[in-house]
């Protein structure tokens, strides 16, 4: 069963892309008792390891940032310019509560502001505006009072949300899901192997600043240089009205066969699909080339590295409102600490020999 406390404190934490001390610090506190050591690289990502009975390295990474803005801009009225960090869509904005975070740690709390549709015609009603155009209202009158606030440009900007169960109570909603609940992912299996005796030497990484450009999976990838690397991250889960697709918000670990960024290890996919089999784990098969996660990066460190990435469905990702579904963080964590039980020499040389 999912640790609801835990999950909570995850996602609303707030860590944008580049800034993402909050988040890790959070995920160190879950994980500091479940690990023999803890590491960083040298751009902020988490490592937690826990040795094996091996030299075998499994890295496990959860990408710990969230899309947000920095400040760009003050204009003369104290409206606050942005600058998108992440993929962020217009549609998503007007009206949504923010926080600036200055460089000495104070929040200040602004809106997105929206035009009222009152005297617009229906084509300016239906305007969407970029991003990049947004502003937001501190309720402040001059950039003079911005700026004695401690507000400078940079200074990073995060989506206030809640946490919040839903109807079914399996279904969470929250922000930052992408992938904070990959992070507790890696929690959550630390915590069921504590005190327990495994073959491979496990890196459990929270990796930074994925969502512009997959960097933290490329640092911790150098420096752990793992045997196999798999990536825990979110997917779009196709259940929506006027969409479709094969991937279902509660039903299970999505095992991704293809990405914009990978195409998973056929030795190790079968040897996933196989567990889930055996254990009655519940998952579906995801090829989707819409995106990419850390696997597009650590399937690449030096000669090559085993590796494939496991999705929790979400809806409406790439918002501060997004929806997983428990029974599916239960069936990732399920399935990765089995994996992890059963990896051994004899077990590695089976994959290995899947593409030889």
Known sequence: MADLEMLKNMSLVNGISGYEKQATRMMKSYIEDCVDEIQYDNIGSLIGIKRGTSKLKLLLTGHIDEIGFLVSDIDESGYIKVQPVGGWMGQNLPSSLMVITTRNGKEIKGVFGSVPPHGKTPEERNKVVEPKKAFIDIGVFSKQEALDLGIKKGDPITPVSE???????????????????????????????????????????????????????????????????????????????????DVKLGSGAALTVMDGSAIA?????????????????????????????????????????????????????????????????????????CFIEKLDEELMKVMIEDKR
Request: charged fraction near 25%; proline fraction near 3%; include cysteine.
């Open 265 to 337: 290890h056929s030795g190790l996919l079968k040897e996933l699909e196989c567990i889930c089999e055996k254990q009655d784990i519940p998952y579906q098969l995801e090829i989707d080339t819409a995106g990419g996660t850390d696997s597009g990066e650590l399937s690449k460190v030096d000669a090559g590295v085993m590796n494939l990435t496991i999705s929790i469905p979400s809806r409406y990702m790439h918002s501060h409102r997004t929806i997983i579904h428990q029974d599916d963080f239960d069936a990732v964590v399920q399935l990765l600490t």
């Open 163 to 245: 946490f919040t169960i839903m109807a079914n109570e399996k279904c969470l909603m929250s922000k930052a899901w992408d992938d904070r609940i990959g992070a507790a992912v890696i929690i959550q299996v630390l915590r069921n192997l504590k005190g327990k005796t495994i073959y491979p030497t496990l890196y459990g990484a929270g990796t930074v600043q994925e969502e512009v450009g997959l960097r933290g999976a490329k640092t911790v990838g150098q420096m752990i240089k793992p045997d196999i690397a798999i990536a825990i991250d979110v997917t779009f889960s196709m259940d929506l009205p006027g969409e479709k697709g």
